[in-house]
């Protein structure tokens, strides 16, 4: 399980687990410290993908149903012992929703809550969009695509650095571009309360249609930032102290 997950404040008596799912690109350096910043009750893995960190020698998972797969064969465990809540940001948000369907469809488990980041509902015009799209082959032209996705990249100085970021995001945005979700008007996948959350200085996203997905309560929050906003500290003590309460809210 440590190849998949880095949780770097162990806390084996927590009444629930938040796994977490970075954006395109990402690792588990941001993420993972959260672990640190909830109070005992809530135990916080962060999800690492092969191609990247310690998994940099592996090769990156070729679609959606590879993660997914991974993900629940290795914690079906533990996802099934103890309440769980899935955070996701950007391309992370499309990867925890097809895990909590995947779970929900063939387990019967789903998250206490889902608390979702800067991405367009999946069964909108404005996804179906980035879906349809074509990822380009030149670095300049995919930068700029990634802009159209939501991402503010800032490129590094360092050819290396900079080479692996685009070969990393790349993969994920191939992953991306495999996830399909047909929604129709009986099908409410789940039960469990949604929050949405996004940057105000962030390009728009197709978000009402997260409503459609649970019948439970869906709530929106903007914050002060761009499509990174999460990683502001007085975004990130927000984004703390409001997972906490909604967690300890649900009757766990």
Known sequence: ?????????KR???LCRLICFPWAGGGTS?????????????????????GREGRHEE??????????????????????????????HSVGTYMSLAVALHLK????LEPVHLFLSSAHAPNSAGHLTLKNGTIPDD??????CMEIFGGN??????????????????????????????????????SCDVTYFYGSDDKMYDAQGWRELTCGDTSFYQLPGDHFFLLKPSNESFLIKHITRCIENAGL
Request: some cysteine; glycine content about 2%; aromatic content about 12%.
């Open 139 to 144: 670095d300049e032209d995919f930068l700029a």
């Open 105 to 108: 469809e063939n387990y019967g």
């Open 12 to 14: 084996p008596d927590a």
């Open 30 to 50: 941001q993420l993972a410290q959260w672990g640190r910043l909830f109070n005992d009750s809530i135990e916080v893995f962060c999800i690492r993908l092969p």
């Open 1 to 9: 399980m440590e190849k998949l997950v880095a949780c770097v404040q």
């Open 153 to 190: 990249y800032e490129v590094p100085q360092d050819e290396e650095i900079r080479k692996n970021m685009l070969v990393t995001c790349r993969a994920d945005a191939i992953v991306f571009q495999s996830f399909s979700f047909e929604k129709t008007e009986k099908n409410i996948p789940f």
């Open 59 to 88: 090769p990156f998972a070729k679609d959606m149903a590879s993660v997914v797969n991974e993900v629940t064969s290795v914690l079906l465990k533990e996802l099934k012992e103890k309440p769980f809540a899935f955070f996701g």
